[in-house]
T-cell receptor, first 111, second 117 residues
């Protein structure tokens, strides 16, 4: 069945460091891919998305490229801030409409 | 445009009781999904409703149920609460099924934090 695998956390970085959170997926066809972010005490917010292979989603300095050859959708940011501390989820929609999430990666950015 | 609204934000219940959680979707959205989030299991899909019909259901016991009203608002109910039901319950709405592809993004509420003691 469809699945999403994210790198294990937590990830701890200093401010202005480069961030990569790995995400790989298994799916039939070529679904859209999403990154959601969950700030402390909040629900999930869509951070960015890509709807087809080779698409690059971007938002708030974060980027992710949909690579079908490696079935990956890694999240990157060139310079993280303390305010980026949150849990990040990679997700893909199944053919039944539900979202399949990775296990989540906690990012802590220290000043 | 108002987002997805979940009420209440926090609940404390005793084992064996039942609880009802409410979700108001974004105006115009007819698909409402529910997820349970726990530290150990992550985000797990409970069920999805569209136009008052349950279309999909996750792998949860029958104690978990839901419904959707004609205005698309949804409720989920958990009967005979167990300690393990303590979790953040998230509701999401989308335009899924309204002439759009399955890749339609979902918008989440802030969740209801349920604690069973």
């Amino acid at each position: 069945g469809d699945s999403v695998t994210q790198m294990e956390g937590p990830v701890t970085l200093s401010e202005e460091a480069f961030l990569t959170i790995n995400c790989t997926y298994t799916a039939t066809g070529y679904p859209s891919l999403f990154w959601y972010v969950q700030y402390p005490g909040e629900g999930l917010q869509l951070l960015l998305k890509a709807t087809k292979a080779d698409d690059k989603g971007s938002n708030k300095g974060f980027e992710a490229t949909y690579r079908k050859e490696t079935t990956s959708f890694h999240l990157e940011k060139g310079s993280v801030q303390v305010s980026d501390s949150a849990v990040y989820f990679c997700a893909l929609p199944s053919n039944t409409g539900k979202l399949i999430f990775g296990q989540g990666t906690t990012l802590q950015v220290k000043p | 445009k108002a987002g997805v609204t979940q009420t209440p934000r926090y609940l404390i219940k005793t084992r064996g009781q039942q609880v009802t959680l409410s979700c108001s979707p974004i105006s115009g959205h007819r698909s409402v999904s529910w997820y349970q989030q726990t530290p150990g299991q992550g985000l797990q899909f409970l069920f999805e409703y569209f136009s008052e019909t349950q279309r999909n259901k996750g792998n949860f016991p029958g104690r978990f149920s839901g419904r959707q009203f004609s205005n698309s608002r949804s409720e989920m109910n958990v009967s005979t609460l167990e300690l393990g039901d303590s979790a953040l319950y998230l509701c999401a709405s989308s335009l899924l099924g309204q002439g759009l592809s399955p890749n339609t993004e979902a918008f989440f509420g802030q969740g209801t934090r349920l604690t069973v003691v």
